[in-house]
Every structure is written in C-alpha cells, then in structure tokens.
C-alpha cells in the first residue's frame, strides 16, 4: 500500500504545477502520433487507413496507453528538471534512460507484425538484433 501512497504523492505534487497538464496532453499526443506513423511511413505501401484497418483494438489501446504513459513520464521529468535547477541536482539522466527505453516498447509494441517490426527497427539496430527481438 505504501507504494501507491508514494504514488499519489508523486502525482500530486508534479500535478501542482498547472504547466504539468500540459506537458502530459502534449506528450501523450506526441508520442501516440509517433507510435502510429513511424510504423506508417517505414513500411512502403502503408496508409493511416490501411493502419487503421489491419489494427486490432486492443493494440490500437495500448498504443493509447503506452502514449498516455509516456505523457505522464513528460510531465513527471520536466517538474523534476525544474525542480532539480533549483536544487542543483544532477539526476535527470535517469529520467532520460527512462524516457528511451519507454519510447522503444512503444515502438516495439505499436508494430503488428513482424514485418512491421523488422522495418521499424532496422532504422536503428542490426539485422542481429531485429532477428533476437523477433
């Protein structure tokens, strides 16, 4: 129990700032835009129609969760790097792991099929590495 105290302390602190809704909107339809597009405009023939069409609804949900989540990761690390300009504290490379490990699984989980997956990946990794994700 302590740690979704934690939590909604966490919550409601960053959401004390009313810039923080912001930050949340904005990245949430930023990265959801990423997680549909990339995907669209990596696989030659691919239309937002098409993705839509050959998309499940549950992955189209967990698009929309994964990119609320990142939202919220957004909104959480630009209060902690205001808050760590005042303190001068040099933590928020954590964040930034955090923020591109997140952005990977979106990336991995908005793919519906491999395919798909080979040819959102092979910006970025070896053939190696797509076949030991695959």
Not at 36 to 63: H, K, S
């Amino acid at each position: 129990m302590g740690m979704f105290r934690d939590l909604h302390t966490a919550l409601a602190e960053t959401f004390s700032v009313r810039r923080s809704y912001f930050f949340l909107i904005l990245g949430s339809a930023v990265f959801g835009a990423l997680y549909v597009y990339i995907p669209i405009f990596i696989t030659p023939g691919n239309d937002f129609a098409f993705f839509i069409q050959i998309t499940p609804w549950w992955t189209l949900m967990l698009i929309s969760v994964l990119a609320a989540l990142m939202g919220l990761l957004a909104a959480m690390q630009a209060y902690v790097w205001k808050k760590s300009k005042a303190f001068k504290v040099n933590e928020a490379g954590t964040g930034f792991a955090a923020a591109i490990g997140s952005f990977v699984s979106g990336l991995f989980s908005s793919a519906t099929c491999a395919a798909c997956v080979s040819a959102v990946f092979s910006v970025f990794l070896p053939s190696a590495g797509i076949i030991f994700l695959l």
